[in-house]
């Protein structure tokens, strides 16, 4: 093979490369402003499906934050599309590599590993359909489905399902001494093999459930030390005090307590999602506000509060940082509200990939040139250099 041979098969590499990995779906993106998305974090990435401002349409995206890479200018990637739109639905991870999305009353599997959803052949007495539920994995791959309301009916429920993720079958638990019925609440499933059941609203007297202050829409994570961060969330047209509080799990009867938060916090944040990898809380999407009044019903000032920013806390040290995303200057977020917000997303995906292209593209041909005119003087093992350079794209494979 002779140097033009060479440089010409790094560029079919290279290109090649970008290719497989925009078909692959793990594109860099902006992602448009949300709030009810569901989550899921696997390995150091914040999986994130569907939602959309309001709760209402949805969408079909399923996108994820590299935890590791926050601070860069973008850790947003787009996955492959969910089979439906979803929003206020529930996502699970059973360890291996599948997380199971429930919506309504269905189950989609997406399989994290090649980034493809597969049709699940649910049996069993399917539950009734709702939005609003939680939903809890145990070790033995047993997703328990518990409360949510079905706006269509007003029926709200307090009935909890199982469903068995190896036989994909749907089973019914027992309501001995289960508590009202309730929904947007969140769900802890804790090594003791209890789950917790924290806050939302009761479906009979839409009254917040009591804790420190009754709220839905806000963030709940186990850290290592087995203490509970709940963080942000509505009540009624407000922020709930303290925005966030800790619940040790430890004591008995559990103890909460609240906690300052720094001016780097979110002060007001309601319907985002939280990630913790044991040592630091990442909070991200959702909606802020500059006085903590948050009116969901009220389209003109949610759109304009939409947050983009990463929030960092270490649980340690109580320290927060901030990392806006490239978002802001990209896409305007009045872009989410249409429908079709994921395809502009997507098409600026793509358009970045071809820049980028271009651009190593012109990058290697230079390179190439003065490596071309080196050679002709001296020796011939720097080679390798060149392919390296132009194929130094990073890997964005979501494993
Ligand atoms: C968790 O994430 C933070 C922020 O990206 C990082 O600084 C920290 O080292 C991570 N911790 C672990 C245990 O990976
Ligand atoms: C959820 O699933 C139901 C039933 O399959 C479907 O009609 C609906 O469009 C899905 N998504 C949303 C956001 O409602
Ligand atoms: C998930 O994808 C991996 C890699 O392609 C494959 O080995 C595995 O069998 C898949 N799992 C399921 C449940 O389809
Ligand atoms: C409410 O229940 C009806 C009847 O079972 C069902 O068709 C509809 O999809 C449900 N809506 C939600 C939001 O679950
Ligand atoms: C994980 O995969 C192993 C090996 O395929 C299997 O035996 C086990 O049941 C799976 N666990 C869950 C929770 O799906
Ligand atoms: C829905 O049900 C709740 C609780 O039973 C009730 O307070 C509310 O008025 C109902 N809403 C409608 C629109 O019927
Ligand atoms: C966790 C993280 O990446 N923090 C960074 C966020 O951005 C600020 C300033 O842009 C940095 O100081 C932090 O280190």
């Known amino acids: 093979m002779n140097i033009f041979m060479k440089v010409g098969l790094s560029y079919l590499v290279l290109i090649f490369t970008l290719f497989i990995t925009t078909s692959n779906g793990a594109t860099p993106i ?60 529930n996502a699970v991870f059973n360890g291996n590599n599948t997380v199971f999305l429930i919506n309504y009353s269905t189950v989609y599997a997406y399989n994290i590993s090649n980034n493809q959803w597969y049709p699940t052949d649910i049996n069993g007495i399917i539950p009734q359909s709702r939005t609003q539920a939680t939903a809890v994995i145990d ?54 093999r209890e789950i917790l059941y924290i806050g939302g609203v009761d479906g009979s007297t839409r009254r917040y459930i009591d804790m420190a202050q009754g709220r839905e829409l806000f963030t709940a994570i186990l ?8 963080y942000g969330g509505n009540n009624i047209k407000n922020s709930p005090t303290p925005t966030m509080a ?5 004591t008995s009867p559990y103890t909460w307590t609240s906690n300052e938060i720094s001016s780097d916090a ?65 896409t305007s977020p009045t872009s989410s509200n249409t429908p079709n917000g994921k395809n502009i997303d997507a098409n600026i995906g793509i358009i970045v ?17 003065v490596f071309y005119r080196k050679c002709k003087k001296n020796n011939k093992d720097k080679e390798v250099k060149i392919i390296r350079i132009s194929g130094s794209n990073d890997n964005e494979q979501p494993q």
């Open 246 to 250: 800790k619940l040790n799990t430890n």
């Open 30 to 89: 902006s992602p448009a402003g949300r709030s009810y998305s569901c989550s899921v974090t696997i390995n150091n990435k914040l999986y994130v499906f569907g939602g959309d401002p309001f709760g209402i349409i949805g969408t079909t995206q399923a996108i994820y934050l590299d935890i590791s890479l926050i601070g860069t200018p973008n850790p947003w990637f787009l996955l492959t599309d969910i089979p439906t739109s979803v929003s206020a639905a």
């Open 266 to 330: 979110p002060q007001y944040l309601t319907g985002h999602v939280a990630a913790t990898n044991g040592t630091h809380m990442i909070l991200a999407l959702g909606a802020t506000s500059n006085n903590g009044i948050f009116d969901l019903t009220d389209k003109y000032t949610i759109i304009n509060s939409l947050n983009y920013n990463i929030y960092t806390l270490n649980i340690q040290t109580n320290v927060w940082s901030v990392n806006s995303t490239t978002h802001k200057s990209v």
């Open 353 to 369: 990939v071809v820049i980028i292209a271009v651009i190593l593209v012109i990058i290697a041909g230079v390179l190439a040139f």
């Open 139 to 192: 070790k033995n791959g047993m997703i328990w489905y518990f409360g949510g309301t079905n706006v269509t009916t007003n029926t709200s429920f307090n009935d909890i399902n199982y469903f068995d993720t190896i036989t994909y079958s749907w089973s019914v638990g027992s309501t001995v001494n289960a508590p009202t019925t309730r929904f947007n609440m969140i769900s802890i499933f804790l090594p003791s």
């Open 223 to 230: 850290a290592q030390d087995g203490t509970i961060i709940i």
